[in-house]
Nanobody
Framework: QVQLVESGGDLVQPGGSLRLSCAAS????????MRWYRQPPGKERELVAT???????NYADSVKGRFTISRDNAKNTMYLQMNSLKPDDTAVYYC????????????????WGQGTQVTVSS
């Protein structure tokens, strides 16, 4: 059983910073692409940032220059450093990963975390 658990969400003032973490656990034999999504209140979920197993990175235009995605493959963990936060960044942040797992036969599956709330407000 594979689990993704996000942490680090909080209430922060505009201009502040937060660091989110996404830790994968379970019977894991490899992790391919990892992504951060967010869902603002009353809106659809949107892609924020992507990092591949080779370290290729992409960002949504709305966060370029402010957010930094990274991963620690030894810890099966992904991070999102968020700086210069704005009220528009308020959302539930989710991680998603493509993971090779299995106790007998192995298979690639797509997994979501439960989300962590980020609120940017004065």
């Amino acid at each position: 059983q594979v689990q993704l658990v996000e942490s680090g969400g909080d209430l922060v003032q505009p201009g502040g910073s937060l660091r989110l973490s996404c830790a994968a656990s379970g019977s894991i034999f490899g992790i391919n692409t990892m992504r951060w999504y967010r869902q603002p209140p009353g809106k659809e979920r949107e892609l924020v940032a992507t990092i591949t197993s080779e370290g290729s990175i992409n960002y949504a235009d709305s966060v370029k220059g402010r957010f930094t995605i990274s991963r620690d493959n030894a810890k099966n963990t992904m991070y999102l450093q968020m700086n210069s936060l704005k009220p528009d960044d308020t959302a539930v942040y989710y991680c998603k990963a493509t993971i090779l797992s299995g106790s007998g036969s192995r298979y690639w599956g797509s997994y979501w975390g439960q989300g962590t709330q980020v609120t940017v407000s004065s």
